[in-house]
């Protein structure tokens, strides 16, 4: 779901790169020190999971775990995303610097959103636990479509038809994603519990 240099408009890069050089504010100064580790575990299973692409029409998709990182680190998925960008644009071309800002909020903003939509199920339903990972997983990949859609359109209306290209193949994602982060959820509350609650409120 990277955007490629040279298609956004200069009014969405530079509100992509406030809004991204915020949330990473706001996430450095919530990460605490014991999550240090998590973020950056994190952040290197975001950069592996996004460098395999599928196939899929014109185009391909791939793993986001965006919904995953979300969920265990809060507003810290700014500053790991970021890093996971930054290291894929800077070692593989993927996205690039000048779109940085808005891939970053388009993978980082929805992982926050899901953390509060739903880390009281997670932490405090494990009935819902599942549940609740898979529909963090998939709402995570659908917002970040969404508004990845968005800046696309906002940046020249040309852009619809491939934006609702970009929505439709990513559907699929979505409920793998949603596998995944149940999945990984529920295997983290088996080992390891205290991982799904945060040191710091987030």
Not at 106 to 119: E, G, K, S, T
Request: hydrophobic share 60%; net charge neutral; aromatic share 8%.
């Amino acid at each position: 779901m990277h955007i490629s240099e040279g298609v956004l408009a200069a009014p969405v890069l530079f509100s992509g790169l406030a809004v991204a050089a915020a949330g990473t504010a706001i996430g450095l100064k919530k990460l605490s020190l014991e999550q240090t580790g998590r973020a950056g575990i994190l952040a290197a299973s975001f950069f592996v999971a996004s460098l395999i692409h599928i196939p899929f029409g014109p185009g391909s998709v791939h793993l986001i775990l965006n919904g995953v990182v979300g969920v265990l680190l809060g507003w810290g998925a700014f500053p790991a995303i970021l890093t996971a960008l930054t290291l894929q644009a800077v070692l593989f071309h993927y996205g690039g610097l000048t779109v940085l800002g808005v891939n970053t909020v388009i993978m980082a903003l929805p992982a926050v959103v899901c953390h509060y939509l739903f880390r009281a199920l997670v932490r405090h339903r494990p009935q819902w636990l599942t549940g609740a990972g898979f529909a963090a997983g998939l709402v995570a990949v659908l917002l970040a479509a969404l508004m990845a859609a968005l800046a696309l359109v906002f940046s020249d209306e040309s852009f619809l038809e491939a934006a609702w290209m970009l929505g439709v193949a990513h559907f699929p994602v979505m409920v793998i994603e949603g596998v995944v982060t149940a999945t990984c959820v529920s295997f983290l509350n088996r080992v390891h519990p205290a991982l799904l609650h945060l040191e710091k409120e987030s």
